[in-house]
């Protein structure tokens, strides 16, 4: 029998909470273990409960859901955390992502999206809009193009394989592992396996950061970003 995903919700609204839940729970394969009221609870609750997966609103009283993410994501980095907010704004997207989330999704989201989200998510593949993964490529490329420093200079990148570095560069691109195999013409599991090596070798959180390594070391570029979406 497969273990269910064990998920935390942390928002400020009750009802939402709720929702939520009904959502999650209805879902054979998800199960709400825990509920937080603020991001200083999310914490606390993330560290008591070790869930999978942390369902983290933005905004919230107290410390916020981009705080909250990078005390969880230095506290307990097994913990993938999925932001949700109400408003479709870059600085939100982008500070949570580079505080370590996972993934980021509206919370005006379909439920297919959101149980799809969090199924992605826990199996290690980055939810973005292609709109807010364009806009965090461009952030990083304006970063990468500020005068370089030494304490500025991005580490050299360790040595990959032929294979690793097509799926490197697929993941910079912002595709799946279902896309990536597609591509590459190999089984999905060949390709969660490739990626949980790429990852180990790059010490890189999840595939949010490796995004932003491979665009951080020129391996794509900002033309190979995904278009966006109206």
Known sequence: MTVPIRILLADDQQLSRLGFRLV????????VVGEAVDGEDAVRRALELSPDLVLMDVRMPGIDGIEATARIA?????VKVLVLTTFDLDDYAFG????????????????????SAV?????????????????????????????????????PLPALTEREHEVFAAIGRGRTNAEIAQELFVSE????????RILAKLGARDRVHAVILAHRHGVVSLDDAPPETP
């Open 74 to 78: 230095r506290d307990a980095p097994e």
């Open 119 to 155: 199924r992605a998510v826990h199996a290690g593949d980055a939810m973005l809009s292609p709109r807010v993964t364009r806009r965090l490529i461009e952030r990083v490329n304006a970063l990468t193009e500020a005068p370089v420093t030494r304490e500025r200079q991005p580490a």
């Open 96 to 115: 949570a992502l580079q505080a370590g989330a996972s993934g980021f999704l509206l919370k005006d989201a379909r439920r297919d999206e959101l149980v």
């Open 24 to 31: 999650l729970d209805a879902e054979p394969d998800l199960s």
């Open 189 to 196: 599991s060949t390709v969660k396996t490739h990626v949980g």
